[in-house]
């Protein structure tokens, strides 16, 4: 199975940028589905970005589409979420997740079926 640990999250301000990393151990990322969830206190955990196995195709989730890009280096077995233009809304707790898959086109925006998860980032955007 696979491990994964974010890191990167931190202040900042509205406006600026930030890449989280969800370095993996344990396995190959290029066996799994990838994506990076959200969660703020009192809310349910919500998607934010995923990619295929292949990473050929991504999905975003409306809220954050044209900001945030994810992307995936193999040699370094790491997924980053590059997260440009941030706002206050999305102060939260990140978190990676993996799914191992067979295929390698479809994405995955529901938490139940991730297999895998990181233990989170904590990113805060003040004004």
């Known amino acids: 199975q696979v491990q994964l640990v974010e890191s990167g999250g931190r202040l900042v301000q509205t406006g600026d940028s930030l890449r989280l990393s969800c370095a993996a151990s344990?396995?190959?990322?290029?066996?799994?589905?990838m994506g990076w969830f959200r969660r703020v206190p009192g809310k349910e955990r919500e998607f934010v970005a995923a990619f295929s196995r292949s990473a050929t195709n991504t999905n975003y989730a409306d809220s954050v589409k044209g900001r945030f890009t994810i992307s995936r280096d193999d040699a370094q077995n790491t997924v980053y979420l590059q997260m440009n233009s941030l706002k206050v809304a999305d102060t939260a707790v990140y978190y990676c997740?993996?799914?191992?898959?067979?295929?390698?086109?479809?994405?995955?925006?529901?938490?139940?079926?991730?297999?895998?998860w990181g233990r989170g980032t904590q990113v805060t955007v003040s004004s």
């Open positions: 997740a993996g799914k191992r898959v067979s295929g390698t086109i479809l994405t995955y925006t529901r938490t139940q079926f991730y297999d895998y």
């Open positions: 344990g396995r190959s990322i290029s066996d799994y589905a």
